[in-house]
């Protein structure tokens, strides 16, 4: 079963800090990955989708990589704002049998103070 | 363009009464829809999901059920609900199986 795995469970950083997201997962065949912003009691945001072929997509000050061999996928944020401070999850999707289906992590609670 | 719609945004209901969340998707066709649910230090958790009207696939047998009447439809029911059925109820939607996931709102449940 695939296992989706975030780290850090928390971040508190000062305003203008470049920082960066980690996320695993253990079974390399997925079809993509996804990466969501949710802010306190509100749905998840869609920020960037990599396909498995992909190794990177960037969306202004945000950039995700993706090294399906090593199960391994980064979000950089660049010049951090506290406007960014939410909760980062990464989902990935699986192929076969399990194509569709989104396997979450728990999620990274970003905090940016001024 | 596509918007997805839930209500109610907030509900509190007793154990044992029945339960209707709604979930709409407008600017789209023959989407493919989910329902998750989030509790408290579960992370997101995958309930059901719908390829097209009619067709309801369960991931977790529980004391929910799901259904979707019309293309953009998706209601997420329970006969009677417990206390562990508090959470926040995520719809979500797909252009297909392996296209990107678009979130509702959510809606808060708190059975009592």
């Known amino acids: 079963k695939q296992e989706v795995t975030q780290i850090p469970a928390a971040l508190s950083v000062p305003e203008g800090e470049n920082l960066v997201l980690n996320c695993s997962f253990t079974d390399s065949a997925i079809y993509n990955l996804q990466w969501f912003r949710q802010d306190p009691g509100k749905g998840l945001t869609s920020l960037l989708l990599i396909q498995s072929s992909q190794r990177e997509q960037t969306s202004g000050r945000l950039n995700a990589s993706l090294d399906k061999s090593s199960g391994r996928s980064t979000l950089y944020i660049a010049a951090s704002q506290p406007g960014d401070s939410a909760t980062y999850l990464c989902a990935v999707r699986g192929r076969g049998s399990t194509l569709g289906r989104l396997y979450f992590g728990r999620g990274t609670q970003l905090t940016v103070w001024p | 363009s596509q918007t997805i719609h839930q209500w109610p945004a907030t509900l509190v209901q007793p154990v044992g009464s029945p339960l209707s969340l709604e979930c709409t998707v407008e600017?789209?066709?023959?989407?493919?829809l989910y329902w998750y649910r989030q509790a408290a230090g579960r992370g997101l958790q995958l309930l059901f999901y719908?390829?097209?009207?009619?067709?309801i696939s369960s991931e977790v047998p529980q004391n929910l059920s799901a259904s979707r009447p019309q293309d953009r439809q998706f209601i997420l029911s329970s006969k009677k609900l417990l206390l562990s059925d508090s959470g926040f109820y995520l719809c979500?939607?797909?252009?297909?199986?392996?296209?990107?996931?678009?979130f509702g709102p959510g809606t808060r449940l708190t059975v009592l």
């Open positions: 600017g789209t066709s023959n989407p493919n």
């Open positions: 719908s390829v097209g009207i009619g067709q």
């Open positions: 979500a939607w797909s252009p297909d199986r392996v296209g990107e996931q678009f």
